[in-house]
């Protein structure tokens, strides 16, 4: 993992400098998809301000308690509503900048600190999400999308009803590994790729501004450019709409509460039966036959090692393989790429992910 990480108050202070860069000159009466897209140098701060809109309506969903939440169906039915809504987002100039505060403090956390501020996000106030809760979340995720991508397609795999926090902490940093042996990229050098499309700026560039900031914090304060346990306590704390909030805001009761997953308090009781109920109907599981459901890492692998790097050949393949009805079907279509050419192991891997999707075991 990157290291040494700029302690919280220096990160603030990062980010509104970040904050001011990408506004400067930047004057508009309304904040239009394109114009977010355009204007703002990075998908996962997309995601994050859309994140921020979005709670508007999935809040009021829950608290007018006029429909039937538990199983994840109606969020995940508003979900595909409000990533089509996306395109008609209009966000006044006057918020935009506090919009934007949040999107990129907790972008920099993702990147700083992203098994920590991933589980941070997901179960901070729910001892579990059940699948299609667990997959609404994630797709707000960019960086780093590969850990509850890979998490839930294992809890897929293997019928499970919902994803806690054992779980989590279980299989994450397997992932990290995974993916460092499978791309044979560190994932500090993950990190700081990610830094520097965020940033704009370079790796040893960011480290001279941290330490620049440090530098006169310590001159007031002594403050130290390592966080310390305390605030590493803090970090956690304010992920995703909990406790920092924008330059100027005045903190209140309800902002250090996560204002979408606090939404609703589940009961213990109905989670903890629900672990291991009965596993997802053939038709249920076959209808989530979807790449975004493979981990990133294992992509990379079938893309790389059998379908020679074809991507388009890989997203055709699975779209193909969503319109078949068997194992018999799926084994036929297989063998068009499965040859003796391909790595045996890899070659195995992917045809009992596949066929796993036919499967009620």
């Known amino acids: 993992m990157l290291s040494p990480i700029p302690a919280l108050s220096t990160l603030e202070k990062y980010v509104r400098e970040l904050q001011q860069a990408w506004l400067t000159g930047k004057i508009y009466p309304l904040w239009d998809f394109k114009t977010i897209c355009d204007a703002l140098p990075s998908a996962q701060v997309h995601k994050l301000i859309f994140f921020q809109v979005d709670t508007h309506l999935i809040r009021a969903l829950y608290e007018a308690r006029l429909w039937d939440v538990q199983d994840g169906l109606v969020l995940e039915r508003l979900g595909e509503f409000l990533f089509q809504a996306h ?26 600190r992203p098994d920590d501020s991933l589980r941070n996000y997901f179960f901070q106030h729910r001892k579990a ?25 294992y809890a897929q795999r293997q019928g499970l009803q919902v994803i806690d926090e054992a779980l989590w902490r279980e299989k994450a940093q397997r992932v990290l590994k995974a993916y460092e042996e499978e ?17 704009r700026q370079r790796w040893a560039s960011i480290q001279e501004r941290w330490q620049a900031l440090s530098s006169a914090e310590e001159d007031v304060l002594g403050g130290s450019i ?13 992920l995703f709409g909990t406790g920092s909030g924008a330059a100027g805001s ?33 038709a249920d599981v076959l209808r989530r036959f979807e790449v975004n459901m493979i981990p990133a890492h294992k992509q990379f692998l079938f893309i790389q090692r059998i379908f020679e790097g074809d991507v388009d050949a ?48």
């Open 250 to 282: 005045t903190p209140t009761a309800s902002s250090h509460r996560n204002p979408l997953l606090s939404a609703v308090e589940y009961d213990p009781r109905s989670i903890l039966a629900a672990r291991f109920q009965e596993r997802p109907r053939r």
């Open 129 to 153: 999400l059940n699948l299609q809760e667990f997959a609404f979340y994630a797709r707000y995720i960019v960086y780093f999308d590969f850990i509850p991508a890979a998490i839930l397609s």
């Open 87 to 112: 395109e008609k987002i209009a966000i006044p100039h006057t918020q935009i900048s506090n919009f934007l505060y949040q999107a990129l403090y907790q972008s920099l956390l993702l990147i700083l």
């Open 183 to 199: 791309t044979q990229e560190p994932i500090a050098s993950y990190q700081r790729r990610l830094l520097e499309e965020l940033t």
């Open 314 to 361: 890989f997203h055709q393949a699975i779209e193909e393989l969503n319109n078949l009805h068997s194992p018999a079907e799926a084994q036929a279509y297989l063998s068009r790429w499965l040859t003796n050419k391909t790595d045996p192991s890899v070659r195995e891997e992917f045809r009992q992910w596949v066929l796993s999707r036919f499967s009620d075991k």
């Open 226 to 238: 390592i966080s310390s346990a305390d605030e590493d306590k803090e970090i956690l704390k304010n």
